[in-house]
Every structure is written in C-alpha cells, then in structure tokens.
C-alpha cells in the first residue's frame, strides 16, 4: 500500500487544484481522491479528514481555493479560481507570441506551451486556437533569444557592446556588412516594431542614435566598459521613425486629407499638433526622421498627402512619383 507524508500530500492536492480546477471545474473529495489513485496507485492511503485538514492549511496559507455547497447535506465542491492571468490576456500573449517573427517555431510552440500552464488544463484547451505559426516569416536563428538577453543586461548595467551585422543577398546568403567588421554601440533600448526586435544605441563611429534588427545581429559581446546614464525616450524616438529607415531629424509639414485623422493619431499619438487648413484637410506639424521611409510610408496616401515642408522632403517624394511613372512608362513602351 502506497503512502504518502504529509508535505507530499499537501504539495499534489494543491497541484491537482491549480492544474484541474476552475470556476467551471470543481472537484469533491472523491474526485480529489481518484487523482491521487491515478498519480499513485489505487491502492495509495487517503483520509478524507486529512485532505480536509490539508485544504484548510492552504487556505491559511492564502492559496486560493473556493468552496461550494449547494445545500446542506450536499457534498463540497473545491476548486482553485485565482489566475494571475484572464483567459484573454493568455489569448494576447499566445497571439503575441505566434506573430512575432524574431522567435522560431520550435522556440513558438515552447513558449505557448507554457503560457498553457498558466491556467488549468480544461482554460488551456480552450487557447487551441492560436493564430496560424506561418514557418515563412519565422526567424530561423535560435541566437535571437540569447543575444535579447545580452542586450538587455548590458542596458541594465550600461556596458558598450560590440557585434556584427548584415544582411541576405539575392542568393539568400547572410552576408556581414562592413566586410564582417564591428559595431561598437552604447545600447540604449530595444524595442518591438512591426513584429520585430531592433536594438537602439549609439554608434561611435558615426556619432549618431542608430536601430538594428536584433535577428541581424552576430556574435554580440558584452564589454567591461560602461558608460554614463543617459535619459532616452524610446516612444519619441520609433514614432519619429518609418519602417525603422534611419535619417536626420527634421520639422515637417504635411496636409492631409481629414479621412486620414486615426492614422496619424495612431502614429504621432493625441498630442500631436493638428491645425484645421479647411472643411476636407487639416496639417501635421511634427519632428521625424527624414528618411526613404518616410517617403514610402507618404506615398502609401496617394493623393490624400502632400508635404508642404521641409523643401528637401518635396524634391524626395516628387523625385520617387517621377520614378514610379517612369518604371510603368518603360513597361508600356
């Protein structure tokens, strides 16, 4: 006959409830009973007055277990209800997970795995329906999660960093920029953009705040040397960007058409200045990085969009609607 101590009585009652119940799931003392006979044995020694005494104790303890009785006389139902996650926010997370690219789909499956078990067994079965894993537009290298790791220890202890970077050829080749040579960087922050992971810091050699894709990155080292605490606003910064295409920092104006009024919220966020021109437009005044980002991320709005300033940015969109004409010109000769 199996028998169980104490403590390991008390540690599987309170890993049957975490694991098995809910509020849709609750179990009485028998069925508590039958877990232990299918984890132990139908011959393990139970007591009833024991497993009361142990659920008293964890609910001194302040595990969380609910206790139900409909009427007198009815047997008790127990279940464990607190989740430090709702359903949904374990929904989020799994989508989170399966959209990212920077993660592989080994790596994918793993992690949905484990957000699983945030819950019970009977909530997991209801989070089946992640969205689609597409392999295409995974990251195929496992050092992504190592080098995110890195970079942030060294943000955390403000130390220089060194890597290589680059990209793939029309060979699909990865091919290292700067003839396989090192970034030296102060690591600023990381941040998700578009389903990526980029890394902004400040690149010694040219002086100037840059962004790297994180799945670019090779052997990424962690030097001694630190460097002073700076403050950085890393949401200025990305909603400044456009398709994280790097460029100088300039004042621009744009109108647009009032159609378009949620997406620059969406981009340049409520405080962002807006002045009414008329009845069908009104202008953006904003700082952002002049880049061929911002140019395609422009001509994403036709007709609903014109620059009014800087100069330099009209010469860039109206050089790029000259290239797209005559791309389509040459088609038709």
Not at 258 to 280: H, M, P, T, W, Y
Request: aromatic fraction near 10%; hydrophobic fraction near 35%; charged fraction near 30%.
């Amino acid at each position: 006959m199996n028998r169980l101590d104490n403590k390991q009585r008390m540690l599987k009652l309170m890993g049957i409830l975490r694991e098995q119940t809910d509020e849709e799931n609750e179990y009485t003392l028998d069925d508590i009973t039958e877990c232990f006979k299918k984890e132990y044995g139908p011959d393990v020694k139970l007591n009833k007055n024991s497993l009361r005494d142990d659920i008293e104790h964890l609910i001194e303890a302040r595990f969380d277990i609910t206790i139900n009785q409909e009427k007198e006389g009815m047997p008790k139902f127990y279940s464990h209800q607190y989740r430090l996650f709702e359903l949904y926010e374990l929904r989020m997370l799994i989508d989170a997970v399966a959209s990212a690219r920077f993660i592989t789909k080994d790596e994918t499956k793993q992690l949905i795995r484990k957000i699983k078990k945030l819950t019970s067994i009977h909530h997991a079965k209801k989070l089946h329906n992640e969205i689609l894993i597409d392999s295409s537009v995974k990251s195929e290298s496992k050092l992504v999660r190592l080098a995110i790791n890195d970079l942030h220890e060294a943000i955390s202890e403000r130390r220089i960093v060194t890597f290589q970077y680059g990209r793939y050829n029309l060979n699909k080749e990865f091919v290292l920029s700067h003839n396989g040579g090192q970034y030296r960087v102060k690591p600023l922050a990381l941040t998700w953009v578009n389903d990526f992971y980029y890394l902004i810091a400040y690149y010694f050699a040219k002086e100037e705040i840059r962004h790297y894709r994180i799945d670019r990155l090779r052997n990424v080292q962690i030097t001694e040397e630190q460097f002073a605490y700076e403050p950085f606003d890393v949401s200025k910064y990305v909603s400044s960007t456009f398709h994280m295409y790097a460029g100088s920092e300039e004042w621009i104006k744009i109108r647009f058409h009032n159609d378009l009024i949620n997406v620059i919220i969406d981009k340049f966020g409520r405080d962002a200045d807006i002045r009414k021109q008329d009845e069908n437009h009104f202008v953006l005044s904003a700082k952002a990085i002049v880049s061929d980002g911002l140019v395609k991320w422009l001509l994403n709005w036709g007709n609903q969009a014109r620059v009014l300033s800087p100069s330099s940015l009209i010469d860039q969109v109206t050089d790029e609607i000259k290239n797209m004409m005559a791309v389509y010109e040459k088609e038709m000769d």
